[in-house]
């Protein structure tokens, strides 16, 4: 029986080290670029209901095809009629990060930073640290596993 646990453990290791990988690779790979022009520039105003009744606004950027979220500062630049340069993902057609045409600076949507980049990364070094040095780091690895799991759920659907 002992040596069926640490087996089951290692697969499901590999699996969602995969996941990462795939996470990793569909944000990393450039993907296809595409200038198109802004079809509207929308600001939705997301309360949060808790005791200090704090808010935000959150801003989207639309296009004929695609439409994907962009920070403030951006929003704010960004007009209707304007060309804007930005990178769709290969695997899960996500926006990896956009810019004014003409611009050389590319902006990343934080959350898709987090989602694509640090949550994977974080993950896989957590799996090889827990593989490599035989740590019982299980508690961290199930919370990791469950986030991986909700990120790749959420990068399909979106």
């Known amino acids: 029986m002992s040596n069926t646990k640490p087996r089951f453990r290692n697969i499901f290791l590999a699996i969602f080290s995969a996941i990462a990988l795939v996470l990793i690779l569909d944000f990393a790979l450039s993907g296809k670029v595409i200038n198109a022009q ?16 704090n808010y935000h606004y959150s801003y989207m950027v639309f296009t004929e095809e695609h439409a994907f979220p962009v920070s403030e500062s951006f929003a704010e630049t ?4 304007d060309s804007v340069e930005f990178s769709v993902s290969i695997l899960f057609n996500q926006v990896n990060w956009y810019r004014m045409s003409g611009d050389n600076n590319r902006s990343v949507y934080s959350l898709r930073l987090m989602a694509g980049l640090v ?3 974080l993950a896989l070094i957590v ?3 827990a593989y490599r040095f035989k740590r019982n780091l299980s508690t961290l690895i199930f919370v990791l596993q469950a986030i ?5 759920i959420l990068t399909i659907i979106y």
């Open 78 to 81: 960004v007009e209707k009629g």
């Open 148 to 152: 991986l799991l909700a990120d790749l």
């Open 127 to 129: 799996f090889f640290i």
């Open 38 to 53: 802004v079809a509207g520039v929308q600001s939705e105003y997301q309360q949060y209901y808790n005791a200090a009744q």
């Open 119 to 121: 949550a994977p990364l």
